[in-house]
RNA sequence: GGCGCUGUAGCCAAGUGGUAAGGCAGAGGUUUGCAAAACCUCCACCACCGGUUCGAGUCCGGUCAGCGCCUCCA
């Protein structure tokens, strides 16, 4: 706990335990958490690339935590449940499916186990008997707090102490608590909350924090290596998390890992704020690649800004990465037998580079750099003339390797022409055909007209030393 | 008010005290029927003012600007 970058050992070595704080699932995913699940799905495919067997456990909240402190407020999925008519289980479901297709449209490794709250009430229970037996929690008007006065430590993830913080508006609705900043373990479930539960003290639901510190104990064990989240959960998510996990006499996560918020115009794309874009909104628009690329191509802690000029450039230079793989392969078909002792040592440098970089707190960025250089260097070679097999075949895994199993991008090949039917593919030829055929008569008029629709449709034309290709 | 972060080229974005990675955009060139792609070349008074140091984008102090958390938020 020393709010600084910190060289990592593993509790038990050759193994890494990763809990992820995941989504509540009472509407769309927005790109905040797509950038989440991102920085933290290479940080993962790092460990794995290093030889290290990760156990990724990230939980779904699927109970319907309140809007605010008060014991009238509506809690968000009852609300969307009103709203849409649903059962509040199914909004949770349908939310937490369409979670899944996102994640998985963005290449994002499935988690080792994937706990939902309201699969583990009785965890949850289980804990805060034990707090309440330790002196740190009590039950007030069927509801259960944590006693913030009884730990000393709370507040030392965040850097805060608790005298120095504003109260403002809580004071308004401290209710039951002792303290204005105690926070709720359970909640009594009168004024007919939906989903609930029967418990010691009565018919209730859990408190927000508190299946995070069950679930990852349950699943990871006393101390486990990384807890992760969204730099904005910091306060007070991650540090109630520690208060009950450590008061009820548990060792918690030995490191934390917070990702930086996503801007768009400087300020916070937030559900609260509606400057959000959804993920689906986003992907119907762009190559999941490219939002891939995108997010890798800025460090995970740094605040990332958003706008069309940055999906922009991040389709162009994605395009530049994959279209120097796609040469590779290409080239591979006729290569000459043999290597190129000065390629391969270039080849060997940027992908030390790169390695480098992601062992210095996962510096994507300069990994993508080392990426650009290794496409450069191939680039170069292969327009200078043939360059051998062993040494395309390293640079195509190199490829393979970093930028895909890593990095995550890639997928499918990287190819943007996959869901082109055989249709579209059997009309290209023939119009590509009919091109070469005004072109070899000197028709130029005739071909650029045909390159010029189809530039209008999206479609690019290139001629190339073995004949037209084409893209979108 | 408390805690914390950021300010690097037109845009995005790295940067361990030793004369500023990378990408996008832009300019010139090679190639091309013309393009596209690719290749070659070019493109930074590191917000401002002091200080420490042989040497500071990097450390310290201050100023200005912006942002986040302290209430649900990835």
């Not at 199914?90 to 709250?117: G, T």
């Not at 900043?181 to 018919?203: C, Q, T, V, Y």
């Not at 762009?286 to 890798?296: C, E, G, N, S, T």
């Not at 034309?461 to 004949?467: A, L, P, R, S, W």
Request: proline share 3%; charged share 25%.
């Amino acid at each position: 706990m020393q709010r600084q970058k910190v060289p990592f050992t593993p509790t038990t070595p050759g193994h890494v335990g990763m809990y992820l704080c995941g989504p509540t699932v009472y509407s769309d995913a927005h790109l905040g958490h797509a950038r989440k699940e991102v920085a933290f799905d290479v940080i993962r495919r790092a460990f794995m690339h290093f030889g290290y067997a990760v156990r990724y456990v990230a939980n779904i909240t699927d109970v319907g935590h309140l809007q605010d402190d008060s014991d009238d407020g509506e809690d968000k999925i009852a609300k969307r449940a009103a709203l849409e008519r649903l059962e509040p289980m199914e909004v949770a479901d349908k939310y937490f499916w369409s979670f899944m297709d996102d994640m998985a449209a963005l290449n994002i490794l499935r988690p080792s186990i994937n706990p939902r709250a309201t699969g583990h009430i009785t965890e949850q229970i289980a804990l805060i008997e034990e707090l309440i037996e330790r002196g740190h929690a009590y039950e007030s008007g069927g509801s259960v707090y944590f006693d913030v006065r009884s730990w000393p430590d709370y507040g030392k993830l965040s850097g805060r102490k608790l005298d120095d913080q504003e109260e403002g508006t809580r004071e308004a609705v401290r209710g039951d608590k002792h303290d204005a900043r105690d926070f709720a373990l359970w909640k009594n479930a009168e004024g007919g909350h939906l989903m609930r539960w029967p418990s010691p003290w009565g018919i209730g639901f859990p408190g927000w924090h508190i299946e995070c510190s069950a679930m990852s104990l349950k699943y990871l064990g006393e101390g486990f290596d990384i807890h992760g989240g969204g730099l904005d959960l910091e306060f007070p998510h991650h540090e109630a998390e520690i208060a009950q996990a450590e008061a009820a006499g548990h060792a918690f996560a030995r490191y934390w890992m917070h990702n930086n918020m996503l801007t768009i115009g400087g300020e916070k794309m937030s559900k609260s704020k509606g400057n959000f874009t959804t993920i689906a909104d986003v992907l119907s628009r762009h190559d999941p690649m490219v939002v891939r690329f995108l997010l890798v191509s800025s460090h995970y802690r740094s605040i990332t800004e958003f706008s069309d000029a940055a999906f922009e450039s991040a389709k162009n230079g994605y395009r530049r990465l994959s279209e120097s793989l796609h040469e590779i392969e290409r080239r591979l078909s006729d290569a000459p037998d043999g290597e190129d002792a000065t390629l391969d040592r270039k080849i060997e440098t940027h992908v030390q580079a790169f390695e480098a970089a992601m062992r210095d707190d996962f510096n994507t960025p300069k990994a993508v750099a080392a990426l650009f250089g290794l496409s450069g260097d191939m680039n170069s070679a292969l327009a200078a003339g043939k360059v051998g097999r062993a040494t395309l075949e390293r640079a195509r895994d190199a490829f393979h390797t970093l930028g895909g199993d890593v990095l995550g991008l890639f997928a499918g090949g990287g190819a943007a022409q996959e869901d082109n039917s055989e249709v579209v593919g059997t009309l290209m030829q023939l119009v590509l055909k009919a091109r070469q055929n005004y072109r070899l008569n000197k028709q130029y008029a005739e071909s650029d007209e045909l390159r010029d629709t189809l530039a209008q449709v999206g479609v690019t034309v290139e001629d190339t030393k073995d004949g037209p290709r084409w893209r979108r």
